[in-house]
């Protein structure tokens, strides 16, 4: 048992790994948490393996056409365990992505905001490179709420929906790839 629980690995999209914090590098996860709760647990599990005195990213975002109660929680959830939130587009279906980003931002203390809505994009691709490669060395970033999904259900203006191919892994690996690049080139993330 014990031989086959150490070759064991977490399902695809449950904090799986992307990269580990070390030298220029960030620390990547991606999970399913859509819910406040999972949300705040991702959040404290990422907690116990980020490095002291770097910070906490979290890219999430809510589904449409589902629950708009639990919006707002999530970005207090967000608030209360991450040192930086970037609010996205999960899948929005048939709603405004715009909406239910104001929606989850609600949820967010207003000293804390301004910046959550500075960072705020409904692309949820942006909202991905711009945490990877605007988080200092060592800092780490969750990516939640899509986890093993290779899909993103977006609305298609005529009020039905569109479904594009979309995977956070591969989008997380080309931004740390990019960002490794400009490491090389003597550029830099932003701290």
Not at 47 to 76: E, H, Q
Not at 82 to 92: E, G, K, R
Request: charged residues 30%; contains cysteine.
């Amino acid at each position: 048992i014990e031989r086959g629980l150490a070759g064991a690995s977490a399902p695809p999209g449950r904090l799986q790994p992307v990269a580990c914090a070390g030298g220029q590098d960030v620390g990547v996860f991606v999970d399913y948490a859509h819910t406040d709760d999972a949300l705040e647990r991702s959040l404290q599990a990422v907690r116990a393996v980020t490095p002291a005195g770097k910070r906490l990213w979290v890219v999430f975002g809510c589904g449409g056409d589902r629950d708009r109660s639990k919006r707002p929680r999530m970005g207090a959830a967000a608030s209360r365990l991450a040192d930086v939130l970037v609010v996205t587009s999960d899948n929005p279906r048939t709603e405004d992505p715009r909406s239910i980003l104001e929606q989850v931002l609600s949820g967010v203390p207003p000293e804390r905001r301004a910046e959550a809505e500075r960072l705020a994009d409904v692309d949820r691709e942006r909202a991905i490179r711009a945490a990877a490669l605007g988080a200092a060395p060592g800092d780490v970033v969750l990516i939640a709420g899509k986890g093993h999904e290779d899909y993103q259900i977006l609305p298609d203006g005529r009020g039905g929906t569109v479904r594009r191919d979309f995977d956070d892994v591969l989008v997380a690996r080309a931004a740390l790839e990019e960002r490794r690049a400009a490491c090389g080139r003597g550029g830099g993330a932003a701290a």
